[in-house]
């Protein structure tokens, strides 16, 4: 089976300090995803990977940075911490063979930033 | 840009009950993938299906199917005599494809069904 990992289910931060989410598949995927979701506005893109040390920023990249090093690895940085961070952050992962492949998601980081 | 549409927020059923949610999509390309996610209380999404832009029959799966109308953009997705583990939230999405490698999806605002005993 196919497994994402992200190395906490729960963080409490505070503001200003940079934080560092961390995601690992064990399947080879070429691609990794960072979304960010909200209550009533479903999973937002925030960064993407396509390979290693590639990134491509989504759809609400502000306030974020990645850094895939390994292809196993997608690490979410958040430089500054502030309150409308605090989320539910997904990872996801999956193979490059185009539009027809479902993606991968882990069990999701709750963040949340005092 | 690409947008997906779930205009209900949340659901309640009896047990039994038939349910359908709704998923409206837009798009500029003539060739795309839609995808429904289950996300239960554990926070992981599961994948349930994938369906392409030239493909309109209409698919079942046990108690699941969906019906899937390209002149209306729609997606939708019904569950057959609802059970209480069929509780979670569900997430329409919609895949762009980038550079030929991998997808990027676009989500719904997610439908939270909750069934009753």
């Known amino acids: 089976d196919v497994k994402v990992t992200q190395s906490s289910r729960y963080l409490v931060k505070r503001t200003g300090e940079k934080v560092f989410l961390e995601c690992v598949q064990d399947?080879?995927?070429?691609?990794m995803f960072w979304y960010r979701q909200d209550p009533g506005l479903g999973l937002r893109l925030i960064y993407f990977s396509y390979d290693v040390k590639m990134k491509e920023k989504g759809d609400i990249p502000e306030g974020y940075s990645v850094s895939r090093e390994k292809k196993e690895r997608f690490s979410l940085i958040l430089e500054s911490a502030s309150t409308n961070q605090t989320s539910m952050y997904l990872c996801a992962s999956s193979p490059s063979r185009g539009m027809n492949t479902e993606a991968f998601f882990g069990q999701g980081t709750r963040l949340t930033v005092v | 840009a690409q947008k997906v549409t779930q205009a209900q927020t949340e659901i309640s059923v009896v047990e039994k009950e038939d349910v359908t949610l709704d998923c409206v999509y837009e798009t500029r390309d003539t060739t795309y993938y839609l995808f429904w996610y289950k996300q239960p209380p554990s926070g992981e999404l599961v994948f349930l299906i994938r369906r392409n832009s030239f493909d309109e029959q209409n698919e079942i799966s046990g108690r699941y199917s969906w019906n899937f109308q390209k002149s209306t953009s729609s997606f939708n997705f019904t569950i057959t005599a609802s059970q209480v583990v069929d509780s979670a939230v569900y997430f329409c999405?919609?895949?762009?494809?980038?550079?030929?490698?991998?997808?990027?999806?676009?989500f719904g605002g997610g439908t939270r069904v909750l069934v009753k005993p």
């Open positions: 999405a919609l895949s762009e494809a980038y550079r030929a490698a991998g997808n990027k999806l676009t």
């Open positions: 399947m080879d995927h070429e691609n």
